[in-house]
């Protein structure tokens, strides 16, 4: 696994900044040295899994014994026969420096909150790419990670992700009663396996091709239904 770094285009994201704006020379340093921080902290852990897939057209897709409703999901994975659960984590380690930041330098803690999603958007990245990969040697190919909360697919479904990877034991990763995760910066997800081989594809349609298919993208924004997120693309 490479280097977990935070693409400096996302920490400006969260932050707020549009539309190419840059923050002045002292927030920058501040965001190097926050970011050295948590490279001192982070744990980085992961666990996955490879599961059958059906899809009704009743949009019920059936992951193992698991079953869920989602017209975006249905949507994306159509062609699947299967599909990886992953589970990520940065560890605990950024919770706590978070927390101290709070109580000691408020702005800092702004700073670890941006910093460290990117950095769990890099690591993720990674994976894909690895299990991208691991999929096309065997002819196959993957489609980009859709995750609970994207579009209509419920948060409900990170119960039994959690579960199925046994998640609280290896990655000591966890969910409140409100489905957020525990360590805050994890993520759950859900990864096609399309094992057809590839056919040409029409030149229009490649030009054009939005689907998830030519990269491992983590952000859905045209798929989501909050029309009113402030990190929407």
Not at 41 to 61: K, M
Not at 166 to 172: E, H, I, N, S, V
Not at 201 to 209: D, H
């Amino acid at each position: 696994m490479e280097t977990i770094k935070a693409d400096r285009r996302e920490v400006l994201r969260y932050l707020g900044y549009k539309n190419g704006a840059a923050p002045g020379e002292e927030v920058s340093a501040r965001i190097d040295a926050c970011e050295e921080a948590l490279l001192a902290v982070i744990e980085p852990h992961s666990a996955s899994c490879v599961l059958p897939l059906t899809i009704e057209e009743s949009q019920v897709l059936t992951i193992g014994t698991t079953s869920v409703t989602s017209r975006a999901l249905a949507k994306h994975l159509a062609g699947c026969s299967r599909v990886m659960l992953f589970a990520a984590t940065l560890g605990i380690g950024v919770d706590r420096a978070i927390q101290r930041a709070q109580i000691t330098r408020m702005s800092d803690a702004v700073l670890y909150q941006a910093i460290a999603a990117a950095m769990i958007e890099n690591y993720c990245d990674q994976i894909d790419t690895a299990f991208a990969a691991q999929i096309a040697s065997q002819g196959g190919r993957t489609r980009s990670r859709f995750s609970p909360g994207y579009g209509d697919l419920p948060l409900e479904l990170q119960k039994d992700i959690l579960r199925i990877l046994d998640a609280p034991k290896k990655l000591g990763l966890t969910l409140t009663d409100a489905l957020l995760m525990m360590p805050s910066k994890s993520v759950t997800a859900v990864i096609g396996i399309d094992d057809r081989p590839e056919e040409p594809a029409c030149p229009e349609q490649a030009a054009g091709s939005t689907d998830g298919n030519s990269g491992n993208n983590g952000h859905h924004c045209d798929s989501c239904t909050m029309t009113d997120c402030p990190y929407r693309d």
